[in-house]
């Protein structure tokens, strides 16, 4: 069983970055595909983007294509997005995911780090 804690989170003005980082513990992070979700306070949560094992991004959310990039380091058991542009629809607790490739759900979740976007 993989345990996951989000870091990064925090206030940013619109058109600024954050960086946030999803580290893994128990099991290597290689074993598991990864994902980003965000919920914004009254919404649903979505997801943001996922990225493989291997490190192939199969899903972007179209929102924030051209400004979000997801990516992993297996090596330091880490994943990361890296956000740009930010705007003040963005605001949201961010929270990393991690499935097996059999599974079709994402039963290991983080606790969540806040992202606050000022306009």
């Known amino acids: 069983q993989v345990q996951l804690v989000e870091s990064g989170g925090g206030l940013v003005q619109a058109g600024g970055s954050l960086r946030l980082s999803c580290a893994a513990s128990?099991?290597?992070?290689?074993?598991?595909?990864m994902a980003w979700f965000r919920q914004a306070p009254g919404r649903e949560r979505e997801l943001v983007a996922v990225?493989?094992?291997?490190?192939?991004?199969?899903y972007r959310q179209d929102s924030v294509k051209g400004r979000f990039t997801i990516s992993r380091d297996n090596a330091k058991n880490m994943g990361y997005l890296d956000m740009n542009n930010l705007k003040p629809e963005d605001a949201a607790a961010y929270y990393c995911?991690?499935?097996?490739?059999?599974?079709?759900?994402?039963?290991?979740w983080g606790q969540g780090t806040q992202v606050t976007v000022s306009s």
């Open positions: 995911a991690a499935k097996l490739e059999t599974q079709l759900k994402y039963p290991y």
């Open positions: 128990g099991r290597p992070i290689s074993d598991y595909h």
């Open positions: 990225i493989t094992s291997h490190g192939f991004i199969t």
